[in-house]
C-alpha cells in the first residue's frame, strides 16, 4: 500500500519548542535591559504626571507690529514642536491662544527643564568680528583678557577638503609652534593642509597684549561712539541684569556690547563689530562627538554657499589683525558662545564650535540652530507647574474600566473554552508584560510617554488580542467537528487560522498608522500604542500561542477530549472518525448500471 501524499493544507511537523524559547529569551533580553536602564516604569505624559505649562507672549520689535500675524505664529509654534522633540520631550503640547500668546505643557521628565529654556528662545545667531575683550566683574583687575593672552574659550573648526604646498605648511608650523595653547580656539583649515591646532593660533605679539590691571578699549569705528564706549565701561557681566540688557536694541548692522563666557566658567565682556555672517547662512547643524582632536562634544555647522563665501571673507580679513581684534564672535541671542581667532581665510564651507560642551550642551545649540530662528520675539508671561491630581483620577477610572473588561474576557473563556483558557490568558499575560517592558524601554529611547489616550489604546488591544485566540480556538474545533483527532486538528487548523489573524491585524494596525499620521497631540498617543500592542499580537500568536497549544495537544487531558478541556468531542458534535476509503479491484468488463 502506498502512502498518500500530504495535501497542500497539510502543514510540516512543528517544533514548539524553539518558538517558545525564543520569545522566552526576547523576554529576558527587553526585561533585563528595563532594569539595566533603570527604567523600570513607563514615562507617564502631562496628564498623568503633571509638568510644567508655560504662557509665551509675542513682542514685537520697533516698527514691525504687522510680523504678528497667523502665519509667523504658526511657523512659531511648529518650530517649537521640532525644538522639544528634538530634545526627546515627547507628549508636549504647544498651541496658540488668541492672536499673539502661545502655550507650551510640557511634561516632568529629563529634559523639561531645557525645553523650557530653549522654546522662546528665538536664536538668532551672527558672526561679529571683536573689536575689545577683557575679564568681566571682580576678575577683571589684575587679569589681562583671555582672548588677548591666547587663551580663548572656545574653538571653530573649518573643515575645507583642499591641500595646499607643503612649503606653505612648513613655514606657518614653525611661526607659531611654539606660541599655541593647549586650550587655544582652533579652525582646521584642511583646505590649507594644517592640522587643527595650526589654523587658529595665538598672537605672539607683546603690543597685542594689555599689561596687568589694563583695560582694553573699543578701538576703530566702534571707538568714535562714545556711547558704546560707556556701556562696555559700565558693562558687569557677573550680573545678570547686566547681561539681560547687553546688546538690547542692537541691529545686524550695528556694533554693540556682549557678555560670554570662556571654558573656565569666567564672564567676558566684548565690544562687536556689525554682523558679518547670520544663521540663516547656515544649511545643517548637528551635535558631534569629536573623539579624533579630543575636544569633546563639539557643535558642526554647515554652510550654504552663499554663506561659506561670507565666512571666508570675514576669516581672510580677521586673520590681518592683531589679537584680540584677529578674533570673531559666535552670538547667539546677544550672548556670546564662543570667540575663536583665526590666522588665515576659512574656505571650507562648514566650521566646528567647541569649548567644553557635554552632550546636552552641544545637543541643545545644534537643535536651536537647526531649527531655524523664530520668526517672533517671545517673552515669557507665566510659568505655572501642572498637577497629575485630575488626570491620576481619570488614569483610575479607566483602568477600573479595562480591569472590569478584562475580568469579563477571562469569564468569557473560562465558561466558553474551559481548559482552553489557561493557554489564552497566559497569552494575554504575556503580551501585557511584553507592551508594559516595551513602553518602559521606549520613554528613555524615542521619549514615547504614555498618555490618558495611550492607556485606552493598551484597553482596546485586549480586544484585538482576544480575538487572535479565539480564531485559532474555533478554526481547532471545527478540525475536531469534521471527526480529526487533536494533534492533527491543531497544525491543520493553524494555516487557516494564521492568515485572517494576519489580515485582522494587518486592518487593525493600518488603521493605527493612518490615525497617527493624520492627527497630533494626545490622539497620537492612543495610535501608536494600537500599533504596538497589534504587532505584540502578531508575536505572541505565532511564537507563544501556537506553540503552546501544540505542546497541550500531547497531554493526556486535552488529547483525550475531557469534557473541561473544552475540546470534547461529543460536546462539539463531533462525526465519526474519518476513514480513508479503499479501492477494491473489479475485473475488467461492463458496469452494471445499478452499481454505477
Keep these: ?88 520631550v515627547s507628549e508636549a503640547e504647544v498651541q496658540t491662544q488668541g492672536d499673539r500668546n502661545i502655550i507650551v505643557n510640557i511634561p516632568k521628565g529629563t529634559n523639561s527643564e531645557e525645553a523650557r529654556q530653549q522654546v522662546g528662545t528665538t536664536a538668532k545667531l551672527y558672526f561679529r568680528p571683536v573689536v575689545a575683550t577683557e575679564l568681566s566683574g571682580a576678575n577683571a583687575t589684575g587679569s ?68 596687568d590691571g589694563a583695560s582694553p578699549s573699543p578701538s576703530g569705528s566702534a571707538a568714535g561712539d562714545a556711547k558704546l564706549q560707556q556701556q562696555y565701561a559700565a558693562l558687569d557681566c557677573t550680573k545678570a541684569a547686566d547681561r539681560a540688557k547687553a546688546g538690547d536694541g542692537s541691529k545686524p548692522g550695528d556694533s554693540m556690547v556682549a557678555c560670554g563666557q570662556n571654558s573656565q566658567g569666567q564672564w567676558q565682556k566684548y565690544v562687536l563689530g556689525p554682523a558679518s555672517v547670520d544663521g540663516t547662512d547656515i544649511d545643517k ?77 552641544a545637543q541643545g545649540l545644534a537643535n536651536m540652530l537647526s531649527y531655524g530662528a523664530l520668526p517672533l520675539t517671545f517673552k515669557e508671561d507665566s510659568v505655572t507647574t501642572v498637577t497629575a491630581a485630575l488626570g491620576g483620577e481619570q488614569l483610575k477610572a479607566g483602568l477600573i474600566a479595562g480591569a472590569i473588561g478584562l475580568v469579563l474576557v477571562v469569564l468569557y473563556l473560562l465558561i466558553y473554552y474551559r481548559g482552553l483558557s489557561f493557554i489564552a490568558v497566559t497569552s494575554l499575560l504575556v503580551s501585557a508584560g ?41 478554526r481547532v474545533r471545527d478540525e475536531i467537528r469534521e471527526g480529526r483527532t487533536l494533534r492533527p486538528a491543531v497544525e491543520r487548523a493553524w494555516p487557516r487560522a494564521r492568515r485572517t489573524i494576519l489580515v485582522s491585524d494587518f486592518v487593525s494596525f493600518l488603521a493605527a498608522a493612518v490615525l497617527f499620521i493624520v492627527t497630533v497631540g494626545k490622539v497620537q498617543g492612543f495610535a501608536f500604542t494600537l500599533g504596538l500592542t497589534t504587532l505584540l499580537d502578531v508575536v505572541v500568536v505565532f511564537l507563544f500561542t501556537k506553540p503552546l497549544l501544540t505542546l497541550m495537544a500531547r497531554r493526556k487531558f486535552f488529547a483525550s477530549g475531557h469534557k473541561w478541556s473544552g475540546l470534547d468531542p461529543k460536546s462539539l458534535g463531533a462525526k465519526p472518525p474519518l476513514r480513508r476509503s479503499r479501492r477494491t479491484s473489479r475485473p475488467a468488463g461492463p458496469v452494471d448500471p445499478k452499481e454505477a
Design 434 to 474: 511584553l507592551t508594559y517592558v516595551i513602553m518602559s524601554l521606549l520613554g528613555p529611547t524615542i521619549g514615547f510617554a504614555l498618555n490618558l489616550p495611550a492607556v485606552c489604546g493598551a484597553i482596546v488591544a485586549i480586544g484585538i488580542t482576544a480575538d487572535s485566540f479565539i480564531v485559532y480556538f474555533e
Design 144 to 211: 589681562p583678557s583671555p582672548s588677548a593672552t591666547g587663551n580663548p574659550s572656545d574653538k571653530a573648526t573649518d573643515k575645507a577638503t583642499d591641500k595646499a604646498a607643503d612649503g606653505q605648511d612648513k613655514a606657518t608650523d614653525e611661526g607659531g609652534a611654539s606660541s599655541t595653547p593647549s586650550d587655544s580656539a582652533s579652525a582646521s583649515a584642511t583646505g590649507q593642509g594644517r592640522a587643527a591646532s595650526d589654523a587658529l593660533k595665538a598672537d605672539p605679539s607683546p603690543s597685542a597684549k594689555p599689561s
Design 1 to 88: 500500500m502506498v502512502a498518500p501524499k500530504k495535501g497542500k493544507n497539510a502543514s510540516a511537523p512543528s517544533r514548539p519548542g524553539r518558538s517558545l524559547a525564543l520569545i522566552l529569551i526576547a523576554i529576558v533580553a527587553l526585561t533585563g535591559g528595563m532594569f539595566a536602564s533603570g527604567h523600570t516604569t513607563p514615562r507617564l505624559g502631562i496628564d498623568l504626571a503633571g509638568g510644567t505649562s508655560i504662557t509665551l507672549r509675542a513682542v514685537p520689535e520697533a516698527g514691525q507690529e504687522s510680523a504678528i500675524n497667523k502665519t509667523n505664529m504658526d511657523t512659531a509654534v511648529d518650530i517649537m514642536e521640532r525644538r522639544v522633540n528634538g530634545l526627546g
Design 285 to 361: 547643524s548637528e551635535a558631534v562627538l569629536n573623539t579624533q582632536t579630543g575636544a569633546g562634544w563639539t557643535v558642526t555647522m554647515k554652510f550654504t554657499d552663499n554663506g561659506g563665501k561670507k565666512f571666508a571673507d570675514i576669516t581672510g580679513k580677521l586673520a590681518k589683525n592683531q589679537s584680540p581684534q584677529n578674533q570673531f564672535a559666535i552670538v547667539l541671542d546677544n550672548e556670546v558662545v564662543s570667540d575663536p581667532y583665526v590666522s588665515q581665510a576659512l574656505t571650507g564651507g562648514s566650521a566646528e564650535i567647541s569649548g567644553n560642551f557635554d552632550q546636552e550642551e
